[in-house]
């Protein structure tokens, strides 16, 4: 349902990339994960790209370094590491590991970074404020989380005020 919404809520310049139908296999093999069904929607649909200019989607298949997920994966990874290994008491999740733990989707303009965290059976969205100086957390999946964004039902103190907009749209850049 909220991919639906989604479609409604989010427009893009191109025509909607429907049927791309990317090798998500080969991609979840590599990352020992199974990617949430509304993400492989949304990168078949839009690829990777920014909603509003300002929120950056990764995708697994972009030819671009800084969205593709595979490179910002490890790259983001040894960053958290490092802050984790030297200040703890701030960074109390593990990134991902094969079952549980932080996983990147996302990046904002002003640097923010968006993760799932995996859980058991679930995955929320967190997002860090650039420098990991704040985070907040949403118990929905990526397309409710959007849609809840979108439509101002739900807010990010995190992001700036202008940030949604009356006619939101996706860019696309694959």
Request: aromatic share 18%.
């Amino acid at each position: 349902m909220s991919i639906e919404l989604l479609k409604i809520l989010l427009k893009t310049e191109k025509e909607q990339l429907n049927g791309r139908n990317k090798n998500w296999n080969e991609v979840e093999d590599k990352f020992n994960i199974v990617f949430p069904d509304d993400y492989k929607q949304i990168i078949d649909m839009y690829g990777s790209g920014a909603v509003n200019h300002f929120l950056w989607i990764y995708s697994p298949f972009s030819s671009n370094t800084n969205l593709n997920l595979m490179n910002k994966f490890y790259e983001l990874k040894i960053s958290y590491e490092y802050m984790k290994n030297n200040f703890p008491e701030k960074f109390p999740l593990e990134f991902y590991n094969g079952k549980r733990g932080i996983f990147p989707w996302g990046i904002t303009d002003n640097g923010d970074e968006l993760y799932w965290n995996f859980t058991d059976n679930t995955a929320e969205i967190l997002i860090y404020e650039s420098r990991y100086s704040n985070m907040q957390k949403y118990d929905d999946d990526l397309s409710g989380f959007l849609v809840n964004l979108l439509s101002k039902k739900i807010s990010c103190d995190i992001f700036p005020d202008d940030f949604i907009v009356n006619d939101n749209y996706f860019i696309s850049i694959d």
